[in-house]
């Protein structure tokens, strides 16, 4: 289990109005300085009114890449709450007020997140380590039992494996995997669970096998890739 | 935060293929033994492979009452896995192995579950206290700023009202309500958070008002209540 550390408040949240994408909510209560991580734009009302409730001021507003499944809320929730600034990498080439890269650190009250570049899913996907909850959260990067689909955006297999094995399963086996999102209603698991467990990434399995279960999935294109990614890549901006 | 101790493993899992409900794993890591709250038949394959992941012996099926809205998973879980025994409360008049009152206690490993009868959901309605977790799961009388309806199988607004604040808002701020739904893809909350911002029995709300609000709710007749009732007090078994 994540121990999370004393007045660092956690939330994970799940859009169930068709995404099925986890938000995560940390904040400091101390300070009340806030981020969210991976916001809806369809749950942004609920997003909000959850930071009301605890006085928590957003600090930032995170993606994980330019998803291509839903609009992200950054855009909605920039112009309800002054001051919060949107996050995303550069590598995924798209807008935000921050840009961040491979080893920056995301600052929120006396708590810090760590960036970790994880390209395969799309060129530009991240992961953030949070070290004193001994979780990381993983995108679209690394599932429960599966992973990102890596068949457009910049996807490659052999990068994502890469990303995996390099970043994600060198961290210790009892950190917990908050993802990005689960289909089968299941909400977290660890990087000893997926290194143990994971039919594609996990198991022994070699990049070259990685790479054929990937080419053999035929996936249908995604509903809302052509509205969600032009929008995304413009911070949720949907002009 | 729910804080477990070493050796307790804890899964959160989400029925979304139609109840919402909120199932839930715990298991001592040492002896293996585990146990589910709430399991659903349409979940029974997923949770069963979830046990079988990590070598858990399921002891117990628990349903904190008899459910309108999903067929318990005990029936199946029970001719799949042998030597589990289904639980429910002796007040809510169905069937099972075991049957529990006000201040039993349910042993798994060297883990315990407190039984708070906490009626007017349904006349039967049990909460499970897991003390050594600091959490408590609250079946569907406790809601995220929320509650169970209270319009049949022996419901009572002023039953739960009572139950609420005589048997959980008297546990400590910081004890996690892990619930047994959220519609709005909210996961868990606290006492703390309920006695401060649950509109129908927090904020200083009198039992009238509660019972009024409750009264005025007008909700729709559940769809599977003249299935699911009935199945689930022969302890799941569709005859």
């Known amino acids: 289990m994540a121990q999370f550390p004393p007045k660092l408040f956690f939330r994970q949240l799940f859009d169930h109005l068709g995404s099925s994408t986890y938000t995560y909510l940390l904040a400091d209560e101390d300070s009340k300085e806030a981020i969210l991580i991976d916001p809806v734009k369809d749950q942004a009302e609920r997003d909000e009114k959850l930071l009301g409730e605890f006085g928590f001021t957003l600090k930032y507003a995170i993606n994980t890449h330019a998803h291509a499944d839903h609009i992200s809320a950054t855009a909605i929730l920039k112009s309800k709450l002054p001051g919060v600034k949107s996050v995303i990498s550069t590598s995924s080439g798209g807008d935000a007020d921050v840009h961040v890269k491979h080893g920056d650190v995301i600052r929120f009250g006396s708590f810090q997140l760590e960036c970790l570049s994880t390209p395969g899913h799309t060129s530009g996907c991240t992961c953030f380590y949070f070290g004193a909850g001994n979780c990381v959260f993983s995108g679209d990067v690394l599932f429960i039992r599966g992973c990102g689909r890596t068949d457009f955006q910049g996807g490659s297999s052999e990068d994502l494996y890469d990303s995996v094995h390099t970043h994600l399963f060198t961290l210790g ?67």
Chains 1, 2 share one sequence.
Not at 190 to 201: D, H, Q, V, W
């Open 173 to 239: 086996d009892t950190t917990v995997v908050y993802p990005g999102h689960d289909y089968k209603g299941m909400l977290m698991t660890t990087i000893g669970e997926e290194k143990r467990l994971n039919p594609r990434l996990g198991m022994g399995k070699t990049k070259e096998e990685f790479v054929a279960i990937m080419k053999g999935l035929n996936l249908p294109y995604p509903k809302l890739l052509d509205v969600a990614v032009p929008v995304n890549l413009k911070d949720g901006r949907e002009e």
